[in-house]
């Protein structure tokens, strides 16, 4: 399968992160892009630099605010002081229920917590032009499949569904998915599904798509009320105004078998066929694996073969694009299966 890869994604290397109250390594590190591209290349799939800007799609997907503040906000952290370029930025306030969010405050923390939707979001220097390159890479893939290619992969890091369309969160800052579906609308696709298999709920790729009828997002996801992001993927929120219907979240419990994460896979793909799809976007996160250090779920290796077979039953010109999964050389491997079982389908 053609792959496109993120040949900036090692400028974003941010060091530490905080989990559970604890600075940790960051789990979300160059490593994980690594271990695919070398599984990619030993199976023979073609790897390839990005050649489409997406600046114009990105604008359809992501408020202009939010872009500007993205590109300026390491410049804008060593305006400050130099030393910051050691450093790693944080937001200490976020504008909850009753403050207001319209007005863009001076003040560079308060700036980062306006556009944060957590503080487990590190930057590093080469941050925007890591994340750029990556939504390069995805209306890349997109526009190879949009006129004749079967399918291909966006293999890039940081990962982008829970970028909303004014902030970012969870190690995402551009919502590659958005910009994948978004290109494929814009090439003449009247109607595209959007399946997020994650173990954490797309929340950002949800919001920017909850008003319309022309994408359906579709998501698998461990239980918002126990696990990140916490405050959005239930199954009650089904889109709102013209989208209503058209977002169907299938949440489960912590430790959900795997009999159990293939029947709601299953019902993710019939609702796709039901929906009419023209082409299909896949958030190919990878952290429903069962040696996944911060996931509760129980995919093995061999599992996701089958994951991918079943995509590709759908009979659906498709675009992969790599989310989460942190376990190791094991998401090469995982990533892998998915490509080659939806090849053999």
Not at 92 to 98: A, C, D, E, L, Q
Not at 174 to 179: C, F, K, M, Q, S
Request: contains cysteine.
């Amino acid at each position: 399968m053609i792959t496109f890869h993120n040949p900036l994604h090692l400028g974003h290397a941010p060091v530490h992160e905080f989990y559970r109250g604890e600075r940790v390594p960051c789990f979300e590190k160059p490593q994980r892009v690594e271990y695919v591209e070398d599984a990619l290349g030993k199976r023979g799939h073609p790897m390839l630099a990005p050649d489409v800007d997406s600046s114009a799609v990105l604008g359809q997907v992501h408020a202009p605010r939010y872009l500007a503040f993205l590109q300026t906000a390491w410049s804008q952290w060593l305006a400050l002081n130099p030393a910051h370029s050691e450093l790693q930025p944080f937001p200490s306030v976020w504008p909850v229920r009753t403050l207001r969010n319209d007005v863009e405050p001076e003040n560079f923390v308060a700036k980062l917590g306006l556009y944060s939707m957590d503080n487990g979001t590190p930057m590093a220097a080469g941050t925007w032009a890591a994340a750029k390159a990556g939504a390069d890479a995805a209306a890349s893939a997109a526009l190879r499949v949009a006129r004749g290619e079967r399918a291909a992969f966006c293999c890039t890091r940081p990962p982008g569904h829970h970028a909303g369309p004014d902030f970012m969160g969870g190690y995402c800052f551009l919502n590659n998915a958005a910009v994948a579906a978004q290109l494929m609308r814009n090439e003449g696709a009247a109607r595209v599904a959007l399946l997020d298999v994650d173990y954490h709920h797309g929340n950002g790729t949800q919001s920017i798509f909850y008003d319309r009828d022309d994408v359906l997002f579709v998501s698998l996801h461990g239980d918002p009320r126990t696990e990140y992001p916490f405050f959005l993927g239930h199954a009650d929120e089904t889109g709102r105004g013209p989208g209503a219907g058209y977002n169907l979240n299938l949440p489960m419990p912590a430790g959900t078998t795997v009999a159990g994460w293939m029947e709601a896979l299953e019902q993710a793909c019939v609702r796709i066929a039901r929906y009419g799809a023209d082409a299909l976007v896949v958030s190919l996160g990878l952290d429903a694996f069962e040696g996944d250090p911060i996931s509760r779920f129980a995919l093995a290796s061999s599992d996701f073969t089958r994951v991918g077979v079943r995509l590709g039953r759908l009979g659906l010109p498709t675009v992969f694009v790599l989310e989460g999964g942190y376990a190791a050389s094991e998401l090469g491997t995982n990533a892998v299966n998915v490509l080659d079982g939806f090849e053999g389908a």
